[in-house]
């Protein structure tokens, strides 16, 4: 969820690099000028490691002092950061600091030198360095570093500037014969270091908590309704679904325009940046929409590659586009605080970094990024010349694409390198002589291959020409395709299956889907150009690669690490289909676990409890409660009356309270359809989508977590969605009255439209590739998406599901189903840890959760502080049917323990405890049963958050105490019945008979 909160937070860099700009400095045994980037290097601290090459620099040596530094050391200042750089790989430092001697202050200035060990580092921004003493021993060289900002946002580099060398005429280009070899003797760039965000990027984003502060216990008088009067009572069919078919799930919920009282504009605040004209509804939350938002410079993510435009900047002052791929070696991660159970607060990968850029001379200062074909899985980005009408190159961009390809229309070719080119070797022709092939070894050690496939005729194969370490050129008037990938390191297979697939790339891609009982398939299909009698290679994610149906892709051995989300496998294949045998098909809206299905019958007390809880909390003001001027909380309102009104109904069977609360359930429901809420919704024309007025009006691009921007929508209009799915199932009649179901049927498809129409583009918040949903909108972003609540996702798919079952959309029911069972799968990878996680880092996931998941970092917080019930708890909330799915029993006594919840739960105040403790109920629903009925006499209305109720959570604790889904109810279960059985066989004149072994539960006759 998209809630900022500004961090100046220092960093634990485990393998960062971090050049030093050091200015001239008079006194220390070397010279170094500002115009110089300086490397460091320690011997002594790591004598198993090769000397560093004669052009390398010891800048400094930052050990313990004999003698002790000067006064100006102790008044103030930072120790300079000593790195180590090669060949521009990042490496890990030599010497690392320990937890004691690292400063979290932002706004400390001084440093003891005592608390520095022998060969520690200490890691901070850098800044602008000074001579103000030097250690009188030969061997250990102090530099004082002075701060120039209190600021830590980001780990930056300043290097002298670089550029590659001016184009050649082709004249002068090289020929070269197969297997040929260029080198270069110029030196290689000196700037190969990245950058990593360190804070949460707080443009136009709150930091509110997900539910209100304030409390609404204020009652009403409560008036029971009179059934008789009423026209129809309760639900004419039941929530319970025993079989499911449906042969295509992408089908349309509806194709009308939003309902009257929804007004449409089209001055949409954020602009279309370079978008081009296009039929289809523009998507505002996929992996692309860096390349139209601010300034156009951050990345894109497709995995395992990530693709920037530099704009005239970065290492190359390039204007083409920079492709990167990271190694694990080179993440960069945070320490562990008092909020993480894992070794790493965070990891990241550096960005900015440009070991290839797919350019062309005629790109320069003037040049534009424009976008089209802006689809769920793809997106054109095309870089046009100043003063050019058509785009110099253009990059059809893919999830998943095996090759970043660049389509040249008569340019001349220019791949550059911020990192270095140490050499390029001409391969040959491949491809029936069609494509040409390129080694191009870089100074980081790792290879990569390009492959030119020219278009135009008379073209002159091997006229590649390696310039200088930054800049290969190719001919003028070039017309074709150059695709560059990179070698797995130690993989001798790679460069075969790479051959194998050169000349195709894919364009675009659909979906299709189908539904058959518990097991759904769907299939991901690439359109694709180039050499089409090819097979595409894509990568695919490990959640794909487990549920790949056998040989509908050929997987290889071909894997490059992801930022996030673990190795990707390439697949020769155009097209996979992946399926999910556990779909959860009978899941209403009563508790619900795997093992015992929805569980809607209750003991007598607890039936009691309830009834006395659903009359407290139907006589608090639910009109006041549901209209607080945010989507968001007024959904959360909304939805926990809907559960409410069911279980009162449906558990308790008290029809005359169910149906009162349901009436004035639906008037609350009213105040949002009529468009009268505090901030009404809009149709934006300029995105294609329905929107919060509230930014329009107060000029806050955060206003209710940015709705307005296109954030959160499905956690907004996902709680709209399930409380409508409550209404119509008890008052069906509801469904006919009015915009009702065109209104909910709206949001539905603002979030999670099956099909791109005329008002809303397909799946908006879904990420089909992904496996989960992608909760930021229109925000400029340095690490790209991101999801902070994994439970709200799937509340999302979980309202859709209930929906389509209401309303008698087969389709929609079954589409939901299928979303459950991918983000029952993909969730538990790279959202919820169990021990035996190999997808994520094995520093990382002992915290059990991500906390926010970015397309480029992970980091363990959230928008809205740092406790770890919020971290952990934004996971859990809300508690309803889905969570069981998701939130297997495993997972929650890990984190159970891992957090010490059953001490640390008593101290935490607020919705929270509540959370924690409904979410208890997985592993132990008797103590969370005996919380919420108030046996322990610890609960009060002030730990239910803004979307929870003493009566759901009496409902799902007690429902989990019955089911034989509670482990720990199940052993106490054995152990009494086996308590009783002996007590039994020693009373006289009693015979116990053993019937055996059943279900690990054991049968006995008395």
């Known amino acids: 969820m998209e809630k900022h909160q500004s961090r100046l937070r220092a960093l634990h860099l485990l393998s960062l690099i971090a050049s030093l700009q050091v200015p001239s400095v008079t006194g220390l045994p070397f010279e170094a000028s500002s115009q110089t980037t300086t490397q460091v290097f320690d011997p002594d601290c790591a004598p198993e490691h090769q000397l560093p090459p004669p052009e390398w620099t010891i800048v400094a040596d930052i050990r313990e002092a004999t003698p002790a530094p000067p006064p100006p050391y102790t008044d103030g200042g930072w120790i300079a950061t000593a790195y180590q750089i090669s060949d521009g790989q990042v490496q890990a430092p030599y010497n690392t600091i320990t937890e004691e001697t690292f400063v979290t202050e932002p706004s400390r200035t001084s440093v003891s030198i005592s ?3 022998s060969c520690s580092i200490y890691t901070e921004v850098p800044r602008q360095l000074t001579s103000e003493w030097v250690s009188t021993s030969t061997s250990t060289v102090y530099v004082y570093a002075t701060p120039t900002s209190t600021a830590a946002d980001s780990i930056v580099t300043t290097p002298a500037a670089q550029s590659s060398t001016a184009s050649i005429p082709d004249s002068s280009l090289t020929s070269l014969t197969t297997s040929e070899v260029q080198t270069v003797t110029a030196p290689p760039p000196t700037n190969t270091s990245g950058v990593v965000q360190t804070t949460l990027q707080t443009s136009g984003n709150p930091t509110d908590q997900p539910f209100p502060t304030v409390s609404f216990q204020s009652s009403v008088s409560l008036s029971l309704i009179d059934t008789a009067t009423l026209s129809s009572v309760g639900p004419t069919a039941t929530a319970n679904v025993t079989s499911i078919s449906a042969e295509n799930i992408f089908q349309p919920i509806a194709t009308d325009a939003p309902p009257p009282q929804i007004l449409s504009r089209s001055d949409h605040p954020v602009p279309r940046l370079g978008i081009q004209q296009q039929q289809q509804r523009l998507q505002t939350n996929k992996f692309y929409a860096n390349l139209f938002l601010g300034d156009q410079t951050n990345g894109v993510w497709t995995h395992p590659y990530s693709v920037t435009w530099p704009k005239g900047g970065g290492q190359t002052n390039s204007w083409g586009l920079a492709v990167l791929h990271i190694e694990r070696t080179q993440l960069a991660t945070g320490f562990k605080t008092s909020s993480d159970a894992g070794e790493w607060n965070f990891f990241a990968s550096p960005i900015g970094i440009e070991p290839l850029v797919l350019s062309a001379v005629e790109l320069a200062d003037g040049t534009t990024l424009t976008t089209d074909t802006l689809e769920a899985f793809s997106v054109n980005a095309n870089l046009v010349a100043p003063g050019g009408t058509m785009p110099t190159i253009t990059f059809p961009l893919v999830q998943g694409m095996g090759f970043v390809t660049g389509k040249y229309n008569s340019a001349t070719p220019l791949i550059e390198s911020g990192v270095g080119i140490r050499n390029v070797t001409y391969a040959g022709a491949i491809v029936n002589g069609a494509t040409f092939k390129y080694r191009v070894h870089l100074t980081s050690g790792f290879t990569w291959l390009v492959y030119v496939t020219p278009l135009n005729e008379g073209y002159d194969q091997n006229s590649f020409t390696l310039l200088n370490p930054m800049a290969i050129q190719g001919p003028s008037g070039f ?7 990179k070698v797995p390191a130690d993989n ?8 194998g697939s050169a000349g195709v790339y894919p364009i675009a891609a659909t979906i299709t889907g189908s539904v058959d009982g518990t097991t759904g398939s769907y299939t991901l299909s690439w359109t694709k150009e180039g050499t089409t009698n090819r097979p595409l290679l894509m990568f695919a994610l490990p959640h794909h690669t487990e549920s790949l149906v056998d040989g509908s892709a050929g997987l290889t051995n071909v894997q490059l690490v992801t930022t996030t989300k673990g190795m990707a496998t390439a697949a020769q294949a155009d097209s996979w289909t992946l399926q999910e045998a556990e779909l959860p098909i009978d899941m209403s809206f009563a508790p619900w676990t795997p093992s015992s299905g929805s569980i809607e019958t209750l003991n007598l007390d607890v039936i009691a409890a309830i009834n006395d809880a659903g009359t407290a909390e139907l006589s608090q003001n639910i009109s006041k409660q549901t209209n607080v001027g945010s989507a968001y909380y007024d959904g959360k309102a909304l939805a926990k009356f809907a559960a409410i009104a069911y279980v009162l109904h449906e558990i308790v069977h008290n029809t005359t309270l169910a149906l009162t609360g349901l009436q004035r359930l639906e008037e609350a429901f009213a105040l949002h359809i009529n468009n009268q809420q505090t901030f009404p919704l809009i149709y934006d ?27 959160d929508h499905h956690f907004h209009y996902g709680y709209f969605v399930y409380a409508a799915a409550v209404i119509g199932y008890l008052n069906p009649a509801w469904l006919t009255q009015g915009t009702n179901k065109v209104w909910v049927n709206m949001l539905a498809r603002d979030y999670a439209n099956p099909v791109s129409d005329s008002h809303y583009p397909f799946s908006r918040s879904f990420d089909w590739y992904s496996g989960h949903s992608w909760a930021k909108g229109l925000y400029p972003s340095s ?19 209930m929906w389509g079952k209401v309303i008698n959309d087969k389709n929609m029911e079954a589409r939901g189903n299928l979303m459950l069972a991918v983000q029952k799968r993909s969730l538990q990878k790279y959202f919820l840890y169990t021990d035996d996680n190999t997808v994520e880092p094995a520093e990382f996931i002992g915290n059990k959760v991500s906390g926010i998941m970015f397309e480029n970092k992970i980091d363990h917080t959230t928008y809205f502080g740092n406790k770890i019930e919020y971290i952990q708890g934004i996971h859990m909330l809300p508690l309803l049917p889905m969570s069981t799915l998701i939130r297997t029993a495993e997972f929650v006594q890990q984190e159970w323990d891992a957090y010490s919840f059953g001490t640390y739960v008593s101290t935490v105040q607020g919705g929270w405890r509540g959370v924690l403790m409904a979410n208890l109920a997985i592993i132990d629903p008797i103590t969370s049963y005996n919380f919420f009925s108030n046996a322990s006499g610890d609960f009060n209305y002030g730990f239910l958050d803004g979307g929870a ?3 759901w959570y009496l409902a799902w604790t007690a429902a989990l105490r019955g089911s034989i889904y509670s482990a720990k109810a199940k052993r106490e279960e054995g152990i009494q019945a086996e308590q009783l059985v002996e007590s039994l066989e020693s009373t006289p004149g ?11 539960k054991e049968a006995w006759e008395v």
Do not use: M
């Open 115 to 117: 608390t520095l060990t």
């Open 479 to 485: 017309g074709g395709y150059i695709q560059v990938a």
């Open 492 to 499: 001798l297979d790679a460069e075969a299956v790479y051959d």
């Open 685 to 711: 024309t300029a995105w294609g989508g329905a929107a919060s007025i509230s930014t329009y009006l107060t000029g806050n691009s955060g206003e209710d977590f940015g709705n307005t921007y296109y954030n």
């Open 783 to 801: 690490d790209g998406k991101d999801q902070e609540s994994s439970s709200e996702d799937t509340l999302a798919s979980y309202a859709l599901k």
């Open 949 to 951: 109720s003493q009566t």
């Open 990 to 1000: 009693v015979s116990v008979r053993r019937h055996g072994t059943t279900d690990k």
